[in-house]
């Protein structure tokens, strides 16, 4: 099984609204991910959970906050978003994160912010 | 810092070859190849490392000159599943700090 499932798949939300992602993975990986991508541009690295601990944290706004629960789910909770904010959230695993080793994608949350 | 891609978009007729190069200005450690459809999440091609070494999947392999911190891409009798967005992926050290994407290459191949 190499699959990375995310959901939902859509998101539609307020500025106001709390609201979570949430990506799971059952490859046995120890490494997980959060890109966040804009149309026509490339995945932006976000977070980088490795061993269910945070290891990278590119400079992401707190309104961002990601959570590693186990070793197979990751969440990222949204809170008070900005339109700019609007993206497609991509989630990705890798057996460990030495060298951001393959990393498999999963199909996304399409994330809308009014 | 973002590596560098070229081209930027390129057309092809099915069978004929493609090369899309990777560029950065860091000394790096590791280059990734991902493939991106429309609408759909990447997936990888290859990892190249420090060292100079060349890699091989099918009919797409890929290069990777630490000295001149250059990777390439090489595309032969391309196929119309070969159509997508590439992007290259660079790395500065071994615990994937700073890991970022290139812009992407447009890949179009046609009947």
């Known amino acids: 099984d190499t699959e990375v499932t995310q959901t939902p798949k859509h998101l539609v939300m307020g500025m106001t609204n709390k609201k979570s992602l949430k990506c799971e993975q059952h490859m046995g990986h120890r490494a997980m991910y959060w890109y966040k991508q804009k149309a026509k541009k490339p995945p932006e690295l976000m977070f980088v959970y490795s061993y269910e601990k945070l290891s990278i944290n590119e400079s992401v706004p707190s309104r961002f906050s990601p959570e590693c629960p186990n070793s197979s789910l990751l969440n990222l909770h949204l809170h008070a978003l900005q339109p700019e904010d609007s993206a497609l959230y991509l989630c990705?695993?890798?057996?460990?994160?030495?060298?951001?080793?393959?990393?498999?994608f999963g199909p996304g949350t399409r994330l809308l912010v009014l | 810092q973002q590596p560098v891609q070229s081209p930027q978009a390129v057309i092809l007729r099915e069978g004929e070859d493609a090369v899309i190069n990777c560029s950065s200005s860091?000394?790096?450690?590791?280059v990734h190849w991902y493939r991106q459809k429309h609408g759909e999440a990447p997936v990888f091609l290859m990892i190249l490392l420090k060292g100079g070494e060349q890699k091989g999947h099918e009919k797409i392999s890929a290069s990777f000159n630490e000295k001149k911190q250059q990777s390439s891409l090489y595309l032969t009798a391309s196929q119309l599943s070969y159509s997508g967005t590439y992007f290259c992926g660079t790395g500065v050290d071994n615990y994937g700090q700073n890991f970022v994407f290139g812009p992407g290459t447009r890949l179009s191949v046609l009947p």
């Open positions: 990705a695993s890798s057996q460990v994160s030495r060298r951001m080793e393959t990393q498999y």
């Open positions: 860091k000394a790096l450690y590791s």
